[in-house]
């Protein structure tokens, strides 16, 4: 089955203990990205992919890292998390031509304390 | 820097109605442009997507259209059905197919 996974899906954290979410896609897609949900903010892109060992940033980078090592992970970091990192994260992946149709992931709800 | 904006934040209608729900965006140099909708506490599922090139798309009751040179976007819904209530969110691409602007979304209630 075609799918995007993230882990965890849940996680309660403190302030400043380094965290990493996984995201794993079966879809040989190029591009991947990562996505924060807040109320009244909506879904802000943190960082994207267009493939291996590319990244770029997004609207709302900071606090965060990402790596690309292989085509089919997209781990997302948090090396010292703070409050006003609660929230909603979605990781995403497409082809980088055309049919660029984006995949969700399930989301993982992040509480830093 | 491009804005996307979804009027109304909420929508509640009566089921059977045919429905338009709108995006904009400030910046008409796009990629394409995608409608999604995510139930409670779920993920994000695609609906429809429309490159540049494009003026519509269909699937089933759902037709989306896209005119670059207004900014706008729609997404015409025929027949509403409660199993339509969700949120609608409508996202950009920009022209050089990398960055991806979200709207606020559009709260859809279908009353039975």
């Known amino acids: 089955e075609a799918q995007v996974t993230q882990n965890p899906r849940y996680l309660i954290t403190v302030t400043g203990k380094k965290l990493t979410v996984t995201c794993s896609q079966n879809m040989n897609h190029e591009y991947m990205s990562w996505y924060r949900q807040d109320p009244g903010l909506g879904l802000r892109q943190i960082y994207y992919?267009?493939?291996?060992?590319?990244?770029d940033k997004g609207d709302v980078p900071e606090g965060y890292k990402v790596s690309r090592k292989e085509k089919r992970n997209f781990p997302l970091i948090l090396e010292s998390p703070s409050p006003n990192q609660t929230s909603l994260y979605f990781c995403?992946?497409?082809?980088?031509?055309?049919?660029?149709?984006?995949?969700f992931g399930p989301g993982t709800r992040l509480t830093v304390l | 820097k491009q804005e996307v904006t979804q009027i109304p934040a909420a929508l509640s209608v009566p089921e059977g109605e045919n429905l338009v729900l709108n995006c904009s965006f400030t910046d008409s140099a796009i990629y394409n442009l995608q409608w999604f909708r995510q139930d409670p506490g779920k993920g994000l599922t695609s609906l429809l997507l429309?490159?540049?090139?494009?003026r519509e798309q269909t699937s089933g009751r759902l037709n989306a259209s896209l005119d670059k040179s207004s900014g706008r976007s729609t997404l015409y819904i025929a027949a509403s059905q409660p199993g339509d209530s969700a949120t609608y969110l409508c996202a950009v691409k920009d022209s050089s197919a990398s960055k991806i602007i979200f709207g606020s979304g559009t709260r859809l209630s279908i009353r039975p």
């Open positions: 992919s267009m493939n291996v060992e590319v990244t």
């Open positions: 995403a992946s497409s082809y980088q031509g055309r049919p660029d149709t984006q995949y």
């Open positions: 429309i490159q540049s090139s494009q």
